[in-house]
């Protein structure tokens, strides 16, 4: 098992450089360069949602990025704090994810998506692709929990 | 070379016209937290310049990574086109 952690604060533009530095790693650790892609492509989109819907105080301000490599899988996972003024965001979460999981395959769930962006009545900023496109172009499955006002999102890529 | 080009952030479309083609070629990155904000009115400003027989084709081949964000402003452009009958082919 191989593990890199990155810890960075709430701040956008960090994102990139974060998922830049997943995909050193990953080629760092022989994974090819679809994986690598995928797999960056995955960490940008947990860590966009971290620093949108994460509850970020004085004391609690950081974001941690664990990417675990072992035989036969890859495990991104992203931790942010929460508190019961986001909790409404992780009824979401449950909700999208659980809607991903009732589609035959992620295709059928990303297609889906795509007909309910392209009518154009989406809240700014709020497309719901970055969870769908995590299951079907990222080949990742999503699961998440809640601890000490943490919340724990993390998908796994198998290789 | 471009006739018309757009910066915001990292992320550079660059606009050539011809008779029959207007040719949207993507460069860098769109990782912006609102790219709708940007990328809109590009394609908004793009489409009331062209005919209905203009093809408009999307080039992303020298587009190094969007977020997910960047997926919704172009299929409603696609939508759009779509249900004006203009033509639109993408290049990956």
Redo the contacts between chains.
């Keep these: 098992l191989n593990q890199k952690k990155i810890t960075i604060p709430p701040v956008w533009d960090l994102i990139d450089t974060t998922r830049e530095s997943v995909i050193t790693f990953l080629h760092e650790n022989r994974i090819d360069d679809d994986s690598s892609i995928a797999i960056g492509m995955v960490t940008n989109e947990l860590l966009e949602n971290a620093v949108k819907y994460g509850s970020f105080s004085n004391s609690r301000n950081s974001i941690d990025c664990k990417i675990s490599i072992d035989s036969d899988s890859i495990v991104v996972e992203v931790i942010n704090p929460t508190s019961n003024d986001t909790e409404q965001n992780l009824v979401k979460l449950d909700e999208t994810i659980q809607w991903i999981r009732g589609f035959q395959n992620p295709f059928e769930a990303y297609v889906n998506r795509l007909v309910i962006v392209s009518s154009n009545n989406l809240h700014k900023g709020e497309s719901g692709l970055g969870l769908v496109r995590i299951a079907y172009e990222g080949h990742s499955i999503v699961d998440f929990y809640t601890s000490d006002d943490n919340l724990y999102i993390s998908a796994v890529y198998n290789l | 070379m471009s006739d018309n080009y757009y910066v915001q952030g990292?992320l550079r479309i660059n606009i050539c016209y011809n008779d029959k083609n207007i040719i949207l070629e993507w460069l860098g990155?769109s990782?912006d937290?609102?790219p709708?904000d940007f990328i809109t009115p590009v394609l908004t400003t793009t489409k009331s310049a062209g005919s209905i027989e203009i093809r408009y084709i999307l080039d992303f081949r020298k587009l190094q990574?969007m977020?997910?964000?960047t997926?919704?402003p172009l299929?409603?452009f696609?939508?759009e086109c779509k249900n004006d009958g203009s033509s639109v082919d993408t290049t990956v």
């Design positions: 990292k990155k990782i937290r609102n709708e990574f977020n997910s964000s997926v919704a299929v409603q696609l939508e």
